[in-house]
């Protein structure tokens, strides 16, 4: 599916407009339309002012995203691309997917949501239940890199982690459909601890040969898109290996097929996809 609409969800806080310019690049790919969404959540902002909420400041909130909205839109235009904008009131979380139905967009861009320990454990961020819910990808974009180094071309060279999932087939499907954006794929796959556990070293070898060839076959299948690609076999805790493998090939972008449990399973014990998507300095975009 090509990323043809696109829509740009902010708080104005991590995705401003230079991070929507990186993702000018999808262009190439066949974007054309973006639809901005801000969502003025009067619970959140009463908690960041210690203080009470009026409702009087809907107006203000309003006008001031409007401000920003008409600006971002001008330059969009100058591009040559269509572009829409909601400024609504509520609960990010439902406003984010009935905007995305209406408007039939083919990716949602969000900025990832900062929890303490305490949070992580007993009450689930909208990021995460917005990657658990959405049937539509979703790009967790990461912009500023706590390096302080700019991520202004995500797509350049992307990880693509597979678990031999059909989620992950699906991501495949999508690189493949964005390649115009793409010089360079990294293609990888982490063998969990709790595999390799207790095997001899013939099993280990075993393991490894038929990865690899597993691996191969998938580069071939971009080579044969005309994509450049190679791949790479890592063993041991899944998540610190992807973000290990992702900073030693000097990847832009993590991507992934959305392979989260069921809703009680994720909030208690997580999925990969989700904490890499959490965890990670990289931009990580979900397939579902």
């Known amino acids: 599916m090509k990323f043809k609409k696109m829509l740009f969800v902010t708080n104005f806080d991590e995705l401003w407009f230079d991070a929507l310019e990186s993702l000018m690049e999808l262009r190439k790919a066949g974007l054309d339309h973006v639809v901005f969404l801000h969502v003025i959540n009067r619970e959140a902002v009463a908690m960041h002012r210690g203080a009470g909420y009026l409702k009087e400041e809907d107006v203000r909130l309003k006008q001031m995203a409007d401000v920003r909205f008409i600006d971002w839109a001008e330059n969009i235009y100058e591009k040559g691309m269509e572009c829409g904008a909601y400024v609504v009131v509520g609960d990010p979380l439902p406003k984010i997917l009935s905007t ?150 000097n990847a832009t972008m993590i991507v992934m097929g959305a392979t989260g449990k069921g809703a009680w399973r994720a909030r208690w014990l997580g999925g990969i996809s989700q904490e890499i998507t959490e965890t990670s300095e990289f931009p990580t975009l979900l397939v579902p």
């Open 100 to 249: 995305a139905e209406t408007e039939g967009v083919d990716l949602i861009v969000t900025e990832a949501c900062k929890r303490t320990k305490l949070e992580k454990l007993f009450a689930s961020s909208t990021t995460m239940e917005l990657l658990r819910r959405s049937k539509t990808p979703v790009l967790v974009h990461k912009y500023m890199l706590p390096s302080g180094k700019v991520n202004n071309k995500p797509f350049d060279t992307p990880l693509f982690v597979t678990d031999w999932s059909s989620p992950c087939e699906r991501a495949l499907e999508q690189i493949i459909d964005l390649k115009k954006a793409v010089k360079k794929v990294v293609v990888v796959h982490v063998v969990g601890e709790d595999v390799v556990k207790g095997k001899s070293k013939n099993d280990l070898m075993k393991i490894q040969k038929e990865n690899k060839k597993r691996l191969e076959d998938i580069c071939i299948t971009f080579e044969d898109e005309g994509l450049e690609a190679d791949f790479h076999l890592y063993m041991g805790d899944v998540v610190s290996q992807i973000e290990t493998a992702a900073r030693e090939h």
